[in-house]
């Protein structure tokens, strides 16, 4: 059985320009305002959904297993006992008036047994750049858009943009496209191994990132390492060292991780963080609060590999 990757993200999220113009006109309102949003708003998720949605259904969870391969495999995926109820249970109790269809029903059960791939919402990002006043902002694991999102309804002065994940190149494309005819924001993204990058190019005064959780979940194209202690020596000691180097004396470095990768790697580098705080209305699949970690660069100086 072959899937239609398209078809099936818009069976799931049927988002139209109108949608997207709406929701950015929203956030450009919303402006330095985000924080007195609520953290259950999803203002603005659909103008990233409409770019990138069909790329982030390609992100594998548990099993190694992408939703797309999920409904290929649906019939194997049956034959677990959990996921055999948890079908039953959406498909008859939570969609017994059959107002959605098969694939809302999969991506919801594949939410709960296998990965929920969330997105960076852009009023998080719009409520932390307007806290710290960012006007040049830098996120090396660009992901699914939200910050950059973020970025163009803030009107902010540059926004840089890396992700190892080379699928999103087309759709980002056209994403900036869109948000330039919304916001003046000068706009450079770029989709190679963020290790390769010279930040130093780069003028910003803020750093806001939410790098990958060790081996929670499986991006397109991302570089796979044998263990923790190997992705902590090869991959978060050097390239927190170059973004923090890169960065504006008085600029804020704001990173939201798990809290074994700020004990095992930031606090070595960094020391303990100037602020740490929840990130507001998220949760990962294996039931521990996101927290944001938050320090100043002229409190530590230049860094050393």
């Not at 056209?174 to 990058?197: H, I, P, Q, W």
């Amino acid at each position: 059985m072959t899937v239609d990757k398209g078809f099936i993200a818009t069976k799931i999220k049927n988002i139209t320009m109108f949608d997207v113009e709406k929701e950015m006109n929203q956030l450009i309102k919303i402006g330095k305002d985000a924080a007195t949003i609520s953290p259950r708003s999803r203002i603005g998720n659909n103008v990233v959904d409409y770019y990138t949605f069909v790329q982030r259904l390609e992100t594998k969870g548990k099993y190694d297993v992408s939703f797309y391969e999920f409904v290929q495999n649906i019939e194997e995926f049956k034959k677990k006992n959990f996921i055999q109820t948890m079908l039953k249970y959406y498909k008859d109790v939570k969609n017994k008036n059959n107002t959605k269809n098969d694939y809302i029903v999969l991506k919801e059960v594949y939410n709960i047994c296998i990965s929920a791939i969330n997105i960076m919402r852009p009023l998080n990002c719009m409520e932390i750049y307007t806290k710290y006043d960012a006007k040049r902002v830098l996120n090396f694991c660009a992901g699914w858009g939200g910050s950059a999102v973020a970025a163009a309804a803030l009107q902010l002065d540059a926004y840089y943009g890396v992700d190892v994940n080379t699928d999103l190149s087309e759709p980002y494309q056209r994403m900036v496209t869109y948000l330039k005819t919304k916001s003046g924001t000068f706009f450079n993204v770029k989709f190679c191994d963020a290790l390769e990058v010279e930040y130093d190019d780069y003028v910003y005064d803020t750093v806001f990132s939410s790098p990958p959780y060790y081996f929670i979940e499986k991006y397109a194209n991302n570089v796979k390492y044998g263990s923790k202690k190997e992705m902590d020596a090869k991959f978060y000691k050097p390239l927190f060292t170059k973004t923090y180097n890169g960065l504006q004396e008085g600029g804020h470095y704001i990173i939201n991780i798990c809290n074994e990768v700020y004990e095992n790697v930031l606090k070595g580098l960094l020391g303990e963080a100037r602020e740490v705080f929840p990130l507001k209305k998220s949760k990962r699949q294996n039931n521990y609060t996101e927290m944001v970690y938050v320090w100043k660069k002229y409190t530590f100086g230049h860094l050393h590999p």
